[in-house]
C-alpha cells in the first residue's frame, strides 16, 4: 500500500499557484473595476450632457414662446397709442358676445360697442403737422383710456377713430360716455399750442343690435353716421329709429343689387332748350329706378350703389342706353347733345377714357354730340390728372360741362387752360336770383367771362316763366328746369318732342323782355 505525502516544494508551488490565481483575479476585478468607472463616467458624462441640452432646449422653447406672445402682442397693439388696435377690438367683440349672457329684461348686462370719431383732423394736422398730430392722438388715447374701467377695452380702431367694449347696463354705458366726453371737452396742450378736439360719440349694444360682431359693426357704424351730422360733442345711442333706418337701408341694399341685375334703373332725359334756337333740344340722361310703384332719387341709390361696389357696373348701363335711345334723335337733328354726368371717381380712373371709347363705338353715339358733365370738386382735388383726362375726352370730340357752378370753391381762373365748353349754373344761384339782385349781377358776370373764353352757359332749376325771361336776357345760352319740362322716359321723350321743340327762342325772348 502507497501512503501519499507532500513534499515541502509541493506545497510551496501550489500556495505560489493559488497566490498567482488570486493575484490574476484580483487584477481583473480592478480591471473590470476600472472600465466600470470609466463607463459609469462616462455615462455620467452623457447625462450632463444631455441635461444640459434639454435645458437650452427649454429655454429655446421660452424665447420662442415669449416672442410669440410678444408678436401677438405687438399684432394687437396701436404702435402710436401702444392701445389695443382694432383687430383685438375685433376679437374681443367676439369673444365677449359668445361668453356674456344677453339677457332680455332691461338691467340685464350686454355688450356695447362705443366709437368715438375725431372730426376735421385734417385741420389739427395743419396747424400742428404729422408729428404734432400723432402726440394730440396719443394724448386723447391717454384720456380715453383714463376714462374708461380698467375691466372694459379702450382701444384705437382707425386713424381718428377710438373704440371702447363694455360690459355692463345702460347706466355704466352713459356714466363711462359722460366721462369721454368731459375728458374730450377740455383743451390739450401739443407744442404750446392750445388745441380743442372735435368728435362725436355713438354706442350700440348687443340687445338691440345682435349678438354678432358684423350687426354691433353695422349698428354702430350707422350710429356715428347720425352722430356726426348733429354737430361735435354729439352722443347717440343706437336705438329703434337707427335700427329701423338701418333694415331701410339693408332691404335697399338687396333690392338694388337685383334691380341692377335685372337692368331696371334706366335712364330718363330731361330737356335743355336752347335760348337762340328752337329747332333742336339737348338733353341730360339722368338715372332712375322705377320700383313698386315709386321712382327712387339717384341721390338715394347712387351712394349706396357705389357702396355696394356697382356704380361702375350702373353707369356703363345706363350710358350705354341712354347713347343707344338718343342716337336717332340726334341723327334727325331733334336733338343737339346728350349730356351724362359722371362722377369725380370715374373721371380720374385710369381706363376711364379707353372705356368711354369702347362704348361710344359699340353704341355707334357720335361723341361730337356728347357732354359730360363733372363738377368741380375734382378739378380741385386731382387737377393734374383730370385735366389730362379732360384733354383726352376732347380729343376725342367729346364736350366737358362743370355742373353744379356757383356752389363750389374754384374761381373761374382755376378753369382757364381747362377744355372747358359749357358751365351749368346751379339752380340754387338761379333761385336766388328772384330774391337777391346780386344773383342776377353774379350770373350776368359769369356769362361775360364766359362769352369771353368761348364758354356756353346753361342755367339749370328754372322753374318759373319770371327766371327764364331773366336768364335769357342775361344771356344764357340753354335753360333747364321743370317749366320746360322733368326727366322722362325715352317713350316720352319721343311723343313729347314736338311739344318741346315749340319752346320759344331768343328773339321772343327778347321781344317779351323789352
Ligand atoms: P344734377 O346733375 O345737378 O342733375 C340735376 C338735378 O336737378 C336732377 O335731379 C333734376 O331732376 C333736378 N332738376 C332739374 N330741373 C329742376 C328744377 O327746375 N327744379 C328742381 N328743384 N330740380 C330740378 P336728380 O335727377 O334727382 O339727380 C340728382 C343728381 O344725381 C344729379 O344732379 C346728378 O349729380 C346725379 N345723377 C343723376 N343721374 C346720374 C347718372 O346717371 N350718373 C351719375 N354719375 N350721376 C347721376
Ligand atoms: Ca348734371
Ligand atoms: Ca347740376
Not at 91 to 111: A, I, M, N, V
Not at 188 to 213: H, P
Not at 272 to 296: F, H, K, N, Q, Y
Not at 467 to 493: E, P, T, V
Request: charged content about 25%; proline content about 3%.
Amino acid at each position: 500500500m502507497t501512503v501519499a505525502s507532500h513534499k515541502p516544494q509541493d506545497k510551496d508551488a501550489l500556495a505560489n499557484a493559488f497566490r498567482r490565481k488570486a493575484a490574476r483575479e484580483r487584477e481583473a476585478r480592478q480591471t473590470a473595476e476600472r472600465l466600470l468607472e470609466d463607463k459609469s463616467l462616462e455615462l455620467f458624462k452623457v447625462n450632463e450632457s444631455l441635461l444640459a441640452a434639454q435645458a437650452r432646449l427649454e429655454q429655446t422653447v421660452s424665447e420662442i414662446a415669449n416672442e410669440r406672445d410678444r408678436v401677438v402682442r405687438m399684432s394687437k397693439t396701436d404702435f402710436l397709442t401702444q392701445l389695443p388696435n382694432r383687430a383685438a377690438v375685433l376679437e374681443k367683440l367676439r369673444q365677449d358676445l359668445k361668453t356674456h349672457d344677453q339677457g332680455d329684461h332691461e338691467f340685464d348686462p350686454e355688450t356695447w360697442l362705443v366709437l368715438i370719431l375725431l372730426q376735421r383732423f385734417k385741420r389739427i394736422n395743419g396747424v400742428l403737422g404729422q408729428i404734432g398730430g400723432d402726440r394730440l392722438i396719443k394724448a386723447v388715447g391717454e384720456r380715453i383710456r383714463s376714462a374708461t374701467d380698467d375691466t372694459d377695452m379702450a382701444a384705437r380702431f382707425s386713424g381718428t377713430e377710438f373704440a371702447l367694449i363694455l360690459s355692463g347696463g345702460k347706466a355704466k354705458l352713459k356714466a363711462t360716455l359722460d366721462r369721454v366726453s368731459r375728458a374730450l371737452e377740455k383743451p390739450f396742450m401739443v407744442d404750446g399750442k392750445e388745441i380743442t378736439v372735435e368728435y362725436a360719440l355713438a354706442a350700440a349694444g348687443s340687445k338691440l343690435a345682435g349678438s354678432d360682431v358684423d350687426q354691433m359693426r353695422a349698428a354702430v357704424d350707422s350710429t356715428i353716421s347720425r352722430s356726426r351730422r348733429c354737430g361735435s360733442g354729439n352722443v347717440e345711442i343706437y336705438d329703434e329709429t337707427i335700427c329701423n333706418e338701418l333694415r331701410e337701408r339693408e332691404d335697399m341694399e338687396r333690392a338694388l343689387k337685383d334691380a341692377i341685375g335685372r337692368d331696371e334703373i334706366v335712364p330718363w332725359f330731361q330737356p335743355i332748350v336752347m335760348s337762340r334756337d328752337s329747332r333742336s333740344i339737348c338733353l341730360e340722361a339722368l338715372a332712375r329706378w322705377p320700383t313698386g310703384g315709386v321712382l327712387v332719387s339717384p341721390d338715394k341709390f347712387l351712394p349706396i350703389a357705389r357702396d355696394l361696389g356697382l356704380w361702375e357696373e350702373l353707369n356703363e348701363h345706363l350710358f350705354a342706353t341712354a347713347c343707344t335711345q338718343a342716337k336717332p334723335w340726334v341723327e334727325s337733328g331733334h336733338v343737339g347733345d346728350l349730356s351724362f354726368n359722371i362722377s369725380p371717381a370715374q373721371l380720374v380712373r385710369s381706363n376711364f377714357v379707353m372705356r368711354l371709347q369702347a362704348l361710344l363705338e359699340r353704341t355707334g353715339f357720335p361723341p361730337d354730340h356728347l357732354i359730360l358733365e363733372i363738377t368741380e370738386n375734382v378739378l380741385i382735388e386731382n387737377p393734374t390728372f383730370a385735366a389730362e383726362q379732360m384733354h383726352d375726352l376732347h380729343a376725342l370730340g367729346i364736350k366737358i360741362a362743370v355742373d353744379d357752378f356757383g356752389t363750389g370753391y374754384s374761381n373761374l381762373g382755376s378753369l382757364i387752360g381747362l377744355p372747358i365748353d359749357a358751365v351749368k349754373i346751379d339752380r340754387s344761384l338761379v333761385w336766388e336770383m328772384e330774391h337777391d339782385n346780386r344773383a342776377a349781377m353774379l350770373i350776368g358776370t359769369l356769362v361775360q367771362w364766359a362769352r369771353a373764353i368761348n364758354v356756353s352757359v346753361v342755367a339749370e332749376g328754372v322753374e318759373t316763366e319770371t327766371q327764364a325771361l331773366l336768364l335769357r336776357a342775361l344771356g344764357c345760352d340753354r335753360l333747364q328746369g321743370y317749366l320746360f319740362g322733368r326727366a322722362m322716359s325715352a317713350k316720352n321723350i319721343e311723343t313729347r318732342m314736338p311739344e318741346l321743340l315749340s319752346f320759344v327762342g331768343a328773339e321772343n325772348a327778347a321781344a317779351i323782355v323789352a
